[in-house]
């Protein structure tokens, strides 16, 4: 271990400004105790008063005067406090990332925010079954949005947690206080909280398990009892049931006297869910979201350090709940890419995830129907432990059919429609038998992109490097800056007129399936549709009450929601996504096709997927029709290995940003001239780049990447210290922005 002389210290850790640090000396006699994270006393301020400040940093390097400088006084023993775990965790996170301790102290720690405590609430309904329904009706005549919401869901459940009503539903005081006067609801305040979820506890929500889901959490909860604490993997097709087990293993961590973090890709924590677990476990649950405020957040944190809630539910950043006894952390959907930050340190939620279980001694349960290359990796190897659920949980909902259409083959037959004759056909039944059909389209917008057909030139953003997408007021419009102009008539490189649009996108999907079905109600859900609060959810309640016979929408519509008569499911252009220049876009591709595929017939109606596709023969479009995640696993990884990318191999990407090509090129060209000066061979690690990024230019900044794989990651560590060396040292670095990611 190094020895170390001096530490940071932070005083007063809820300091909005958490890079407050203090250097203090480290007295020979307590130099076998000090590390990151403890907790320790210290002289402070002018007249040397006693406080005590946690140890952040440590160096051989004083910042200031030695002879000023104070030495740490003692260390304080007793219990582990969260506080210190958090705080190990960011000096992991700083370490395994390559970001400062301050980018990891702020992404790891709350920031304080005077707020005044909000008192937990609920909303009850007050009306009669009767008086209900015509409520439902009066606020649909009148096109009360917010109120028809809370009435319906109403209906559901008769009481509403506030903060539910609140993040999920939308509701403000203006929507509550005429409701109130009406006498249609009544809120509850903390006292009477308690009692009414009592009551809603066993209303079917904690369903007996099925064998299947009963082997799965035994498993889990045998080796829990037995003190062991590990990585499980819970691999279970789409409505197998994992969310069933994921309450019965929360239940008895809870029971415990633990706590459970559980993280929900923000897109799938719809009301609908949220419900679910506050059915189960009532007013001991927070949730978060990103749209809370930082002093919202810290409210919450709050609560769940006092031990007012045990279950936190929320995004990413839920992960870092400081609760004082945290036995489980969840992540489902574990494959999504919003588990990955993309801002330093570009850490991912599952490996934080799994260091802060280790420092806890909590147990990780990663659940996914569609695992990431990563995690079945690990699975397989033994490094994760394996729970597999391989049947849909209601029995009777069978896997959908699934065709595969041959787009070249419709055209060639004369069929230049966007849709295939065969989800024609499919629709058209639907239609007639009042089921409801879902129609996916990975893209957004009117249409994707616009072109010259004289000089094939398309039309890119001035600030960007992308093509600039067309929208229906005829704006062209950059989906990476905002920037905006009114679709031209002549091309911008050659002013030739024929200029036109490529592809097609969710509102040019919908005019043409309106044109197709003009009797089909149509629904459309897309960043444009969702962009206002509650939308999102508002558009889901319609299609759920059968508003509309077909909803059209983007990755969005594929995240796990529940419609019990959705039984066709349409798949537009299933090789949109297989085209990016990502090493994982099959991946993404085979992920995105299965959990799409998985939305027909959860009913008890059975259902159909129609994919269609200019490549029926990639191996992600055959495995995912065949709904076979092994197959898929096996062919990728031989991808995988073949082209040294992870899991087959540790890649480390440093992105370098600059307002001056020069200064890009200058600099990039220095980073690998050092990786290259480090002497490993060939076989040790392989440079790419540095390469422009795939989008080079993001207002007016340029970017490139220089990425290194190797097989061993401690090598990719050395690589990464020394070119932050280099940068630290170097003028010429000052004005550029580097950043570093580890996949
Ligand atoms: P997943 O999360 O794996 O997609 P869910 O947990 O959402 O699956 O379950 C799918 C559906 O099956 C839900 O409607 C759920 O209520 C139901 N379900 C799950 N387990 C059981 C069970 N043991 N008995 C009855 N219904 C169940
Ligand atoms: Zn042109
Ligand atoms: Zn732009």
Same mark, same amino acid.
């Given at each position: 271990?190094?020895?170390?002389?001096?530490?940071? #210290?932070?005083?007063? #850790?809820?300091?909005?400004?958490?890079?407050?640090?203090?250097?203090?000396?480290?007295?020979?006699?307590?130099?076998?105790?000090?590390?990151?994270?403890?907790?320790?006393?210290?002289?402070?301020?002018?007249? &040397?008063?006693?406080?005590?400040?946690?140890?952040?940093?440590?160096?051989?390097?004083?910042?200031?005067?030695?002879?000023?400088?104070?030495?740490?006084?003692?260390?304080?023993?007793?219990?582990?406090?969260?506080?210190?775990?958090?705080?190990?965790?960011?000096?992991?996170?700083?370490?395994?990332?390559?970001?400062?301790? &301050?980018?990891?102290?702020?992404?790891?720690?709350? !920031?304080?925010?005077?707020? +005044?405590?909000?008192? +937990?609430?609920?909303?009850?309904?007050?009306?009669?079954?009767?008086?209900?329904?015509?409520?439902?009706?009066?606020?649909?005549?009148?096109?009360?949005?917010?109120?028809?919401?809370?009435?319906?869901?109403?209906?559901?459940?008769?009481?509403?947690?506030?903060?539910?009503?609140?993040?999920?539903?939308?509701?403000?005081?203006?929507?509550?206080?005429?409701?109130?006067? +009406?006498?249609?609801?009544?809120?509850?305040?903390?006292?009477?909280?308690?009692?009414?979820?009592?009551?809603?506890?066993?209303?079917?929500?904690?369903?007996?398990?099925?064998?299947?889901?009963?082997?799965?959490?035994?498993?889990?909860?045998?080796?829990?009892?037995?003190?062991?604490?590990?990585?499980?993997?819970?691999?279970?097709?789409?409505?197998?049931?994992?969310?069933?087990?994921?309450?019965?293993?929360?239940?008895?961590?809870?029971?415990?006297?633990?706590?459970?973090?559980?993280?929900?890709? %923000?897109?799938?924590?719809?009301?609908?869910?949220?419900?679910?677990?506050?059915?189960?476990?009532?007013?001991?649950?927070?949730?978060?979201?990103?749209?809370?405020?930082?002093?919202?957040?810290?409210?919450?944190?709050?609560?769940?350090?006092?031990?007012?809630?045990?279950?936190?539910?929320?995004?990413?950043?839920?992960?870092?709940?400081?609760?004082?006894?945290?036995?489980?952390?969840?992540?489902?959907?574990?494959?999504?890419?919003?588990? +990955?930050?993309?801002?330093?340190?570009?850490?991912?939620?599952?490996?934080?995830?799994?260091?802060?279980?280790?420092?806890?001694?909590?147990?990780?349960?990663?659940?996914?129907?569609?695992?990431?290359?990563?995690?079945?990796?690990?699975?397989?190897?033994?490094?994760?432990?394996?729970?597999?659920?391989?049947?849909?949980?209601?029995?009777?909902?069978?896997?959908?059919?699934?065709?595969?259409?041959?787009?070249?083959?419709?055209?060639?037959?004369?069929?230049?429609?966007?849709?295939?004759?065969?989800?024609?056909?499919?629709?058209?039944?639907?239609?007639?038998?009042?089921?409801?059909?879902?129609?996916?389209?990975?893209?957004?917008?009117?249409?994707?992109?616009?072109?010259?057909?004289?000089?094939?030139?398309?039309?890119?953003?001035?600030?960007?490097?992308?093509?600039?997408?067309?929208?229906? &007021?005829?704006?062209?419009?950059?989906?990476?800056?905002?920037?905006?102009?009114?679709?031209?008539?002549?091309?911008?490189?050659?002013?030739?007129?024929?200029?036109?649009?490529?592809?097609?996108?969710?509102?040019?999907?919908?005019?043409?399936?309106?044109?197709?079905?003009?009797?089909?109600?149509?629904?459309?859900?897309?960043?444009?549709?969702?962009?206002?609060?509650?939308?999102?959810?508002? #558009?889901?309640?319609?299609?759920?009450?059968?508003?509309?016979?077909?909803?059209?929408?983007?990755?969005?519509?594929?995240?796990?929601?529940?419609?019990?008569?959705?039984?066709?499911?349409?798949?537009?252009?299933?090789?949109?996504?297989?085209?990016?220049?990502?090493?994982?876009?099959?991946?993404?591709?085979?992920?995105?096709?299965?959990?799409?595929?998985?939305?027909?017939?959860?009913?008890?109606?059975?259902?159909?997927?129609?994919?269609?596709?200019?490549?029926?023969?990639?191996?992600?479009?055959?495995?995912?029709?065949?709904? &076979?995640?092994?197959?898929?696993?096996?062919?990728?990884?031989?991808?995988?290995?073949?082209?040294?990318?992870?899991?087959?191999?540790?890649?480390?990407?440093?992105?370098?940003?600059?307002?001056?090509?020069?200064?890009?090129?200058?600099?990039?060209?220095?980073?690998?001239?050092? !990786?290259?000066?480090?002497?490993?061979? %060939?076989?040790?690690?392989?440079?790419?780049?540095?390469?422009?990024?795939?989008?080079?230019?993001?207002?007016?900044?340029?970017?490139?990447?220089?990425?290194?794989?190797?097989?061993?990651?401690?090598?990719?560590?050395?690589?990464?210290?020394?070119?932050?060396?280099?940068?630290?040292?170097?003028?010429?670095?000052?004005?550029?922005?580097?950043?570093?990611?580890?996949?």
């Amino acid at each position: 271990m190094t020895k170390y002389t001096y530490a940071d #210290i932070i005083i007063d #850790i809820s300091h909005e400004k958490v890079d407050r640090t203090f250097q203090y000396r480290i007295p020979e006699e307590l130099a076998g105790e000090i590390y990151v994270g403890v907790r320790v006393k210290v002289p402070f301020g002018n007249g &040397n008063a006693a406080r005590s400040g946690f140890v952040v940093g440590l160096s051989n390097t004083p910042e200031f005067d030695t002879e000023r400088m104070k030495e740490i006084a003692g260390v304080v023993t007793g219990s582990i406090s969260v506080q210190s775990q958090l705080i190990q965790l960011a000096w992991w996170m700083r370490k395994t990332y390559g970001s400062t301790m &301050n980018q990891a102290l702020k992404t790891v720690l709350p !920031v304080k925010q005077k707020m +005044k405590p909000k008192e +937990k609430k609920s909303i009850r309904c007050l009306l009669e079954k009767e008086e209900l329904r015509d409520a439902i009706a009066e606020a649909e005549k009148k096109n009360y949005k917010a109120r028809l919401r809370l009435l319906k869901a109403l209906d559901e459940t008769p009481v509403i947690p506030s903060e539910v009503a609140e993040a999920q539903l939308q509701i403000t005081a203006a929507t509550l206080k005429p409701m109130i006067e +009406k006498e249609q609801v009544e809120i509850l305040t903390r006292e009477v909280y308690r009692t009414p979820f009592k009551s809603l506890t066993h209303t079917g929500a904690a369903a007996s398990l099925n064998e299947e889901q009963k082997e799965a959490a035994g498993r889990f909860l045998t080796e829990y009892d037995a003190g062991l604490r590990s990585t499980y993997l819970l691999y279970g097709i789409t409505g197998s049931g994992k969310t069933e087990v994921y309450m019965e293993l929360m239940d008895h961590v809870l029971n415990q006297g633990r706590q459970v973090i559980l993280l929900i890709p %923000e897109i799938a924590l719809t009301y609908q869910t949220v419900m679910r677990f506050y059915s189960r476990f009532g007013d001991r649950i927070a949730i978060i979201n990103s749209r809370l405020s930082a002093g919202e957040r810290y409210d919450q944190w709050e609560r769940a350090a006092k031990g007012e809630v045990s279950v936190m539910i929320g995004p990413r950043s839920a992960l870092f709940t400081p609760f004082q006894d945290l036995g489980l952390i969840i992540i489902d959907e574990e494959h999504e890419g919003a588990y +990955k930050s993309e801002t330093m340190p570009r850490y991912h939620a599952r490996d934080v995830a799994q260091k802060r279980a280790e420092l806890c001694s909590a147990s990780l349960v990663l659940g996914s129907a569609t695992p990431s290359m990563e995690a079945y990796t690990r699975a397989v190897s033994g490094e994760y432990r394996l729970l597999a659920l391989k049947n849909r949980a209601v029995s009777g909902s069978a896997l959908s059919q699934v065709d595969v259409v041959d787009l070249r083959k419709e055209m060639a037959e004369g069929n230049k429609s966007m849709f295939s004759r065969r989800l024609v056909q499919l629709i058209e039944d639907r239609l007639m038998k009042k089921e409801q059909i879902m129609l996916f389209i990975n893209r957004r917008g009117y249409s994707n992109f616009i072109s010259c057909r004289s000089c094939g030139e398309a039309v890119k953003c001035p600030h960007c490097d992308v093509s600039l997408t067309l929208h229906k &007021n005829n704006r062209l419009v950059c989906h990476y800056c905002g920037y905006s102009v009114p679709l031209m008539k002549l091309c911008p490189s050659c002013g030739s007129p024929y200029i036109a649009g490529f592809g097609a996108g969710t509102q040019k999907l919908q005019e043409l399936t309106q044109n197709a079905f003009p009797q089909a109600r149509i629904l459309r859900m897309d960043a444009d549709t969702t962009a206002r609060k509650g939308g999102h959810e508002e #558009i889901l309640a319609a299609f759920s009450a059968h508003e509309a016979d077909i909803l059209i929408g983007t990755q969005m519509i594929v995240k796990g929601h529940d419609f019990g008569n959705v039984t066709l499911v349409g798949i537009m252009a299933a090789d949109l996504s297989l085209n990016t220049p990502d090493y994982r876009c099959s991946e993404r591709t085979f992920q995105l096709l299965t959990q799409a595929a998985g939305r027909a017939g959860r009913g008890s109606l059975s259902g159909n997927v129609v994919i269609q596709t200019y490549q029926p023969e990639h191996y992600a479009i055959v495995t995912a029709a065949e709904q &076979n995640y092994e197959e898929f696993y096996r062919q990728e990884m031989v991808y995988r290995r073949m082209m040294s990318y992870p899991p087959a191999c540790f890649m480390q990407a440093v992105l370098f940003s600059a307002n001056s090509e020069r200064q890009l090129e200058l600099c990039s060209g220095l980073a690998l001239a050092a !990786v290259e000066a480090m002497g490993y061979t %060939e076989k040790e690690v392989q440079i790419i780049g540095p390469v422009r990024a795939p989008v080079y230019k993001v207002n007016d900044i340029y970017r490139k990447i220089l990425y290194i794989k190797s097989k061993n990651c401690d090598i990719l560590d050395k690589i990464r210290c020394n070119i932050e060396t280099l940068a630290a040292g170097d003028e010429r670095f000052k004005t550029l922005s580097l950043q570093f990611d580890v996949s």
